[in-house]
């Protein structure tokens, strides 16, 4: 048992009580039912360590698989045949394929945003789901990656996107945004990893202090590294941390921004736009917060994460959803009024035509499920409801892929001669891929849940009121070691040793 | 791992009791991190220089309670992510703006490409992979200096096969001192680090 749960007469927040309440001068406790270190370790470790796991884990990984083989058998199919297998024609030679890869990459936004920017902004509520949400970054943007790998047809020239001299010696064209892209996805891919792992280094350790089995034991043990906690290695390992928060957070708004001018940097009507870099970012985090919600929803139900993930990190995240929601909503208006003020007849029939042509239906549930439902949280009573969020988290889902198909395929498929118009109808090659990469997401992401700590252990311990030095319940417990004061400098030591020699011991 | 011969133990040779010669220090515990904090100033001030304090989560202000001296990661991070943004300079320059050619293992040339009539060095468009390749870089550097500042992987050490020092990733606080301090003193730094209050003071074999 833990000392500091001992420490007398403290009253521990209790477990599953509402710390949504905005009280002005305290802080709302955001680790429920207890006060003690060892607890928390054990709520989260317990999802590894447990032999059993949920039925609903087995039947969630089952439907995962079978998802992942139908995503082999289309690649396949795609590879050995080629890219007509797709629903592609000639105007809308992205569809699908682009969709997807914006789409996740957009979820992949959530983690590092979580994990970067609201760590700058210390917000320590991030603590409780920050890990999941890179696990997410990391998972969206391995199912990202797939789509511009096998999209280019023949894949064994794959290589073309990387700085190697082809056949005829020519290097790729760095005037071009779809090289940036490569740049911009492959070092939001590494960094993420990275800092993941860097993350992941405490809580590895902990897991293998606490294995019992040898294969546990290695394994956790390889990759803590030989972790033991020392002040020192902490003191180096906040700065690493603090620097690649500091690093990621402009790497996460550029890598979205770069995504778009995929698009924004071409002549096409719908896609030349200046709006786009601010408002794919808006899209992606708005879409990346609502994946994590659907996640964290079950996760925490089913693994029983409630006094961690609480109802006030749920609420928080609708908050951010519906913030990022009307910006999206404000950047749709903001099209259609630069469409119009532009004057250009091309530009205000793209806009129309997104709206009211072929793919109206498209534009709608686009508009209905970004814009519009999640309005609703703007109600404490849905955003502090459980199934509530949970759906309106999927209509986000569902809108924001809408929402990179509407401007994929509608400028495409009437582009600037009516001879030339189409329509894009998918393909069962095109709907396997899709929900393929959802089946590879959900495979790696609930592999993750089983194997590795879904919470970051050692940054919750850390929020907790009892991890600092000058918490008051300390203050009583204390006077019996013959220690008077708290200050740095607050009187002489109680041991009797000579002292006031200058002990610099810090390295480099 | 180098051991000092504790120079004024009264007991005997070596040779009769091995333990003591594979003695790599004393690990404490204590209960919270408000008395690892208590302590670490008190071994400290003590002028002990090989030992360290252990925690679960990073304690605020146990550095200036134990005197460790800022590190110096940033600094590499900077000139290395200034050297990525050079990098990424001459990588898009040398491939996309002039002939050039280089050994690079094998002789490379670089094709100077003309698009749309755009000058061949076309700054402005090569901003967005310099940026990448200054935060891939500067990332990696503080990651893994990180690291190598820390002297980790170091999946060996004496402490972690420590029955009971497992707690120092859940809920322990310790204060480990080394023997190889030169004022490391079995029994008085073990009788120290008890007034201090240690709940419990053990050896640690090396």
């Known amino acids: 048992m833990s000392a500091s749960s001992s420490m007398q007469g403290h009253s521990v927040p209790a477990s599953g009580m509402d710390n949504t309440v905005e009280s002005p001068g305290q802080r709302a406790p955001l680790v429920l039912g207890t006060g003690d270190f060892h607890t928390v370790t054990n709520q989260v470790c317990r999802v590894t360590e447990h032999p059993n796991v949920p039925m609903a884990w087995y039947i969630a990984f089952g439907v995962s698989l079978a998802l992942l083989g139908g995503l ?8 050995f045949t080629g890219v007509g297998v797709w629903g592609l ?7 699908f394929d682009i969709t997807n890869f914006v789409f996740w990459v957009g979820i992949g936004h959530a983690g590092t945003l979580i994990s970067a920017i609201l760590f700058l902004f210390r917000q320590k509520w991030r603590t409780g789901i920050n ?3 890179e696990a997410m970054t990391i998972f969206a943007v391995i199912c990202a990656g797939l789509f511009p790998g096998i999209h280019v047809g023949r894949v064994w020239f794959a290589y073309w996107l990387f700085p190697i001299p082809n056949q005829m010696e020519m290097w790729p064209q760095f005037r071009s945004p779809l090289l940036w892209d490569v740049f911009a996805v492959g070092t939001y891919f590494t960094v993420s990893l990275v800092f993941w792992y860097i993350g ?7 897991l293998r202090d606490r294995a019992k089995g040898t294969i546990q034991q290695f394994a956790y043990g390889l990759f803590a590294l030989g972790w033991r906690g020392s002040a020192r290695h902490w003191h180096r390992y906040e700065v690493a941390y603090l620097l690649l928060a500091a690093l990621a957070t402009p790497l996460v708004l550029s890598v979205h921004s770069v995504v778009s001018f995929d698009f924004a940097v071409s002549q096409l009507p719908g896609w030349h736009t200046t709006i786009f870099p601010p408002y794919f970012v808006a899209g992606a985090i708005f ?7 659907s996640l964290a929803v079950p996760a925490r139900e089913l693994f029983g994460l409630k006094d961690i993930i609480t109802m006030r990190h749920l609420d928080n995240m609708n908050k951010v959803i519906l913030v990022t929601g009307c910006m999206v909503g404000y950047a749709y208006s903001m099209e259609f009024f630069i469409a119009w003020y532009s004057g250009a007849p091309y530009e205000q029939f793209a806009f129309i035509n997104r709206a009211f042509g072929q793919y109206w239906w498209a534009y709608w549930i686009m508009v209905s499920c970004n814009v519009i439902t999640p309005q609703l949280f703007w109600f404490k009573k849905v955003r502090t409801s459980i199934p509530a969020m949970f759906i309106l988290s999927l209509f986000v889902n569902v809108g924001m892929w809408f929402e990179r198909f509407v401007i994929i395929v509608s400028s495409l498929a009437n582009d600037f001669l009516p001879s030339s118009w189409d329509q894009f109808i998918p393909t069962w090659v095109d709907i396997a891929t899709m929900l393929g990469a959802f089946g590879l997401f959900g495979v790696l992401f609930l592999l993750f849940c089983r194997y590795l700590p879904m919470i970051a252990i050692a940054e919750v311990k850390g929020v907790m009121p009892e991890a600092s030095p000058h918490w008051e319940g300390y203050a009583k417990g204390h006077g019996s070691h013959g220690h008077g004061s708290h200050g740095h ?3 002489a030591p109680a041991g009797s040793q000579p002292a006031l020699q200058d002990p610099r011991t810090g390295q480099p | 791992m180098t051991t000092f011969a504790t120079p004024s133990s009264p007991s005997a040779p070596a040779s009769t009791e091995p333990s003591v010669a594979q003695t790599w220090g004393l690990v404490a515990r204590f209960a919270n991190p408000a008395e690892l904090m208590h302590a670490a100033e008190a071994v400290r001030k003590a002028g002990y220089r090989y030992w360290d304090c252990h925690s679960p989560f990073p304690i605020h202000g146990i550095d200036q309670a134990m005197g460790i001296s800022r590190t110096i990661l940033p600094v590499v991070v900077f000139g290395v992510g200034a050297a990525g943004c050079t990098l990424g300079v001459l990588l898009q320059s040398f491939t996309n703006s002039f002939d050039y050619s280089i050994w690079a293992l094998v002789w490379v040339t670089g094709y100077p490409f003309l698009i749309s009539g755009k ?12 940026f990448e390749v200054t935060i891939l870089l500067s990332s990696l550097t503080a990651a893994f200096g990180m690291l190598a500042f820390n002297q980790l992987p170091e999946l060996y050490h004496p402490l972690l096969k420590h029955p009971g020092f497992g707690r120092a990733t859940d809920d322990g606080f310790f204060i480990s001192i080394e023997a190889r301090d030169p004022q490391f003193l079995r029994s008085k730094t073990g009788e120290f680090l008890r007034s201090l209050g240690a709940s419990s003071v053990e050896v640690v074999e090396s």
């Not at chain 1, 024609?89 to 992205?94: D, K």
């Not at chain 1, 879409?287 to 919600?293: C, K, N, P, Y």
């Open chain 1, 72 to 79: 082999g058998v289309a690649v396949t199919y795609l590879i």
């Open chain 1, 89 to 95: 024609n000639n105007p809308v030679m992205w569809a």
């Open chain 1, 131 to 133: 890990r999941f949400a």
């Open chain 1, 200 to 206: 992941l280094i405490p809580d590895l350790a902990t």
């Open chain 1, 287 to 293: 879409s990346g917060f609502a994946m994590v919600a």
């Open chain 1, 489 to 491: 400098h607050g009187g």
């Open chain 2, 119 to 130: 000058p061949l060095l076309s700054f402005p468009a090569f901003v967005p992979v310099m």
